[in-house]
């Protein structure tokens, strides 16, 4: 797969502040990678040096293979933090500086307002504009002229459930389209809904990457107990997809390999003489866990 | 070059602001042509009461000399601040919009932002020039014996005196709103530093030396207002004893020519090694 964008031994200081620290990152055609980190982790620091807009105290970045220019910034479409455009102008001219900068045509532009369902609003002044609809718009100027690359900075920050749902739906279509794209975001469960790949950041520096179905696995627990606690973690341990337990609280934790059922556990402990006085299902929060990756990684 | 251009105006074109600081201007430049002869001439009368030999009245408005005289009166600094102040406004709303960020990410280079600032502000003092020259001409043409025609356009190289005073005042205007970033305090400094600060240093540099040396007339501000000097009313100038130009000086065309390029390198600079 052709890389997209490569970033080599990337940092920047700001005072006493490392925002970025000795920064690998690769990112292939066609991925949708999650740049994952709480705030202040140098994620919007890391994508502002790669457009340009932030210098790099050291290391560089190429977009498709190529030192960075302008020319590789119009193959980009970006919304950073927030929505940038002219206040008094429509979307509609607004989106006509944004085709004239990129060199392209303005045919486009009823395209990308409807598939934000903006078009009835298109000669509305921006400053009119609810935030949902300010950042949809920069979703639209983003996708103009179809770039091969569509860069998202916390694009549901500050966005109601609805806003939230619609900018989710709009990423996971541009996705379905073929279009590579980075995400940044410190929410875990957006990047795991979203995304295949992830780097997860924490202070500047990259704590891992890799597939996000690897990297974030999640393991569930199944809780018990029984009058004879003893016996049923002996018994519990024979069954073929047993991983691994714990005990507190007088439960037993047990993890299993692969999905399992409550009930088939439940039906495992009477076959085996065994009555269960508790049973439950227990998830470890996907903010606990990735809590967890972090502590771990101190 | 052209596309960029484009791209400027369709930022400003349609930006109320813009039209309004635009009005103010030409009505405050209209009010100062149009009242320049009244006002000397009440001068001249108050002056008059307390002489002996009275001196003429002043003509203004007739061919040539209304060249200098009117490109003199558009340019003083109370006229001048209004254009300054909207290239101020039309800069820092890049910043406060972080409208200059978005263009660099959508495929703009740091330096044609640049360029499409500079080409923006030849255009206005372009602009503004051909207005002024048109009314100068209706002017004059209205108020000179149709017998001296023949020299009517001899002092208009003062017209390009005009443009260099515009667009060199625009481009100190420019430095301020690009390094303070913030629209209300690049006004006010800007407007502060025109109005008061360089009016006081400019007294209390010329008080001590003013036979010695001329520093005072190296200041920026003053430097651009000198390109074009004192009304040269005849008769009355020649008999009040004022030295009068009678034309550019090339050296005070380039000594604001060097500050504006001076200015300008400090923002190419700050544009290329800043974060945005």
Redesign the interface.
Known sequence: METVLSINGLSKRYGKIQAVKQLEIEIKRGEVFGLLGPNGSGKSTTL?MT?????PDSGTFEWFGQPPS??S??R?G?V?E?P??????SPE?NL???A????YGHDDITRVLEMVTLSDRRKSKFSTFSFGMRQRLAIA?AMLGNPEVMILDEPTNGLDPQGIAQIREIILKVASEGITIILASHLLDEVQKICSHVAVLNKGKKLFSGEVSKVLAISDCIELAAADQQLLGETISRHPQFKSMTHSNGYLQVYFHGDVAPGEINEFAHNNGIVLSHLAERKRSLEQHFLNLLQENQ | MI?LL??EF??IL???TFWIIFGLYFLFLALGILLAEVMINSMVSNINSHLPIPLPRAVLYTFPNIWQNMTFFASIRYVMIFPAILVIILITQEFA???I??????????K?FLVSKFQFLVVLSLTVTVIVTMVIFILGITHTDLGSFSDAFRHMDFVFGFFIQMLTFLCFAFFFGFMLRNTGLSIALFTLYTLIIEPILYFLLKAPFMFENKIYTYLPVNSVIRIVEYPSIPKLTGMLGFQIQDSLSPLSLLIPVIYAGILLGIVTYVMN????
């Open positions: 502002g457009l340009n807009l932030i210098t302008k020319e910034r119009k980009i970006s950073i927030t940038n455009f002219f206040p008094y102008l001219k006509e500086i944004v004239d900068i990129k060199g100027s | 596309r484009k791209i369709k930022k349609t930006y109320k919009n972080k409208t960020r978005q263009n660099i990410i959508n495929g703009m280079s740091r044609e090694h800043k974060d945005l």
